[in-house]
């Protein structure tokens, strides 16, 4: 089977301007998880889809962070303005309800923030 | 919330011999503990897991032991090889429990390096 796509793979922007990145789970795949990985640290839950809703997001920043699931499968995050201390690498990953618990990863968006 | 340690951050091990990454968690909730590899620059992979009702799991030269009561578990990697050369990260999670979800709290994460 196809794993979770993500794109850009690199980004790199000045602070204060928008980003958003895409991504695409594994077919079949009704919940969604973006992360944020600092580098040399493990990554960090952003949020939490299951189908289209966002059923946990106490850790977006929701200041500058939004994210989006509209029709339950790919999803979009977005950062708007910015800041330096964004710079990270950007994953999505996916898992089956009803199924095991095990979350696959993307390739993840590697940001950085000039 | 959930706090997951995990030492050493990192190992450095002659080809052939064992490595053991060791982790800690604090929520009594967890009942799903997933190790990860993730090589530089590519994405997490799930190499191994085990759930609260089991003790110990093995799959070829990699095992890992949990001790529910200690709250801590354990990735055993036996006949290292250069490719075992990677970052590994240990993760917990509540399960597939509606209410708490699918969330991974994972550690920080263990650069070992296989020495050939």
């Known amino acids: 089977e196809a794993g979770v796509v993500q794109s850009p793979r690199y980004k790199i922007i000045e602070k204060k301007q928008p980003v958003a990145f895409w991504c695409n789970p594994i077919s079949g795949h009704n919940t969604l998880y973006w992360y944020r990985q600092n580098l040399g640290q493990g990554p960090e839950l952003l949020i939490r889809?299951?189908?289209?809703?966002?059923?946990?997001d106490s850790q977006l920043p929701k200041d500058r962070f939004s994210a989006e699931r509209l029709k339950g499968v790919d999803s979009t995050l977005k950062i708007q303005p910015a800041e330096l201390g964004d710079s990270a690498v950007y994953l999505c990953?996916?898992?089956?309800?009803?199924?095991?618990?095990?979350?696959?990863f993307g390739p993840g968006t590697r940001l950085t923030v000039l | 919330g959930e706090n997951v340690e995990q030492h050493p951050s990192t190992l450095s091990v002659q080809e052939g011999d064992s490595a053991v990454i060791k982790c800690t968690y604090s929520?009594?909730?967890?009942?799903?503990f997933p190790w990860y590899k993730q090589e530089l620059g590519k994405r997490p992979q799930l190499i191994i897991d085990i759930r609260s009702n089991v003790g110990e799991k093995k799959d070829q030269r990699i095992a890992v032991t949990l001790n529910k009561t200690a709250k801590h578990f354990s990735l055993h990697i036996t006949e290292t090889q250069p490719e075992d050369s990677a970052v590994y990260f240990c993760?917990?999670?509540?399960?597939?429990?509606?209410?708490?979800?699918?969330?991974?709290?994972f550690g920080g994460g263990t650069r070992v390096l296989v020495k050939p």
């Open positions: 990953a996916s898992s089956s309800m009803g199924s095991t618990d095990t979350q696959y």
């Open positions: 993760a917990a999670s509540p399960g597939m429990i509606k209410a708490a979800g699918n969330k991974l709290t």
């Open positions: 889809y299951e189908n289209e809703e966002a059923v946990d």
């Open positions: 929520d009594s909730a967890s009942n799903y």
